[in-house]
């Protein structure tokens, strides 16, 4: 017996606001390198990403950069 198709619409992607997050995010890591030029900006970028908001990140790159264990994931 095979399952039935799904009746529930499915999600639709909107390029341009896919694009538009993807220009802020840049932004964003471009300004948290701009704060501190001696960080790599894909480690930046990580933490930008696991924390959502650029305050954050660099409050939790500070840390592990004085604690010795940058997050390189």
Excluded: W
């Amino acid at each position: 017996m095979t399952a039935a198709p799904s009746s529930s619409p499915q999600p639709k992607v909107d390029a341009s606001a896919n694009a538009n997050a993807n220009a802020e995010f840049t932004r964003q890591v471009e300004k948290l390198a701009d704060l501190l030029p001696h960080a790599d900006r894909t480690i930046l970028a990580g933490y930008l990403r696991r924390s959502g908001q650029d305050i954050l990140a660099i409050g939790q790159y500070l840390d592990d950069e004085k604690n010795g264990c940058l997050r390189r994931d």
